[in-house]
């Protein structure tokens, strides 16, 4: 059994964040000069081979992985996710890095409204009202009064509700299967669901943006390698808040390489946001306690 160490788990979870920004970035230029579902097609392939790989090293190997008692839910997880990774990643080329994180960063609050119709939870007035909180940060991001509400702000909204839904799926296969189970069919069933939409957007790419391909793919396998070693050596609900840096460390790449601006408007929403996040975290973290 891995001895439980938060302190590393927390920088774990720092190195993962900043990894998956610096995916995020090279997934925007990459789907500007190609397309967005070719990019996410080769990411795929990479992720598939990495997940087989890790599966087939565990005891059992990939007969022992493949076994779920929940076969269409798995399917649906990783069918759902990558439709949400080109979601999101549409997001990022039309509104840019910086705004379509700080709209995303509700993907929390969606899992914890969602968690009592989904999972059967419950969830007390202390997170209903920091799930209210939140939505209104989201408002002060749109400015839908303000006349520069922008209906491309939908696109990562909808991401944060796919991905608030793969969680939530997640968490309720978990009860039936492993993590390395759950971790074989997001591999496996979303590289033949990218693979069967990315083929018929092939496009050429020069020698240097293959460079960059190979780099965004190793990027992915190392920010999924990290972040279950996070999990081995720290509880989820220690560590999940820390997550929200990928907000920052994409935020600042969005500025520095692709010459984005942070609104005040977007800066004090997304404020608004993460303290309601953490808030749901810390809430959920006390009664899972209790």
Aim: hydrophobic share 55%.
């Amino acid at each position: 059994m891995t001895t439980q160490n938060t302190s590393l788990g927390i920088w774990l979870m720092v190195l993962t964040t900043l990894i998956f920004s610096a995916q995020d970035g090279l997934s925007r230029h990459l789907s500007e000069a190609t397309n967005v579902y070719m990019v996410t097609m080769v990411r795929y392939w990479f992720l598939a081979a990495f997940v087989i790989s890790l599966a087939a090293r565990q005891p059992g190997g990939l007969r022992a992985a493949a076994r779920t008692s929940r076969p269409v839910m798995q399917i649906f997880r990783g069918t759902l996710l990558v439709l949400e990774i080109c979601v999101m990643v549409t997001g990022f080329v039309h509104l840019g890095l910086v705004e379509s994180h700080a709209v995303f960063a509700c993907y929390p609050l969606l899992i914890a409204a969602f968690s009592g119709p989904v999972l059967g939870e419950k969830v007390g007035w202390r997170r209903w009202t920091a799930i209210g909180v939140g939505f209104l940060g989201i408002l002060v991001i749109l400015q839908p009064s303000g006349g520069v509400f922008s209906p491309l702000a939908a696109i990562p909204l909808l991401a944060a509700l796919m991905f608030a839904l793969y969680g939530l799926l997640t968490r309720k296969v978990a009860s039936t299967d492993s993590a390395a189970t759950s971790f074989f069919w997001t591999g496996v069933s979303g590289v033949v669901v990218a693979t069967g939409i990315g083929m018929w957007f092939w496009t050429p790419m020069s020698l240097g943006d293959w460079g960059l391909m190979g780099l965004l793919c190793l990027l992915g396998a190392s920010g999924h390698f990290t972040l279950i070693k996070c999990y081995e050596v720290a509880e989820a609900s220690a560590v999940q808040p820390f997550a929200y840096l990928q907000l920052v460390f994409a935020s600042i790449l969005g500025i520095v390489a692709f010459d984005e601006v942070l609104r005040p408007n977007v800066a004090l929403g997304t404020a608004i946001i993460v303290c309601a996040g953490v808030f749901t975290l810390i809430r959920a973290r006390r009664q899972a306690r209790s």
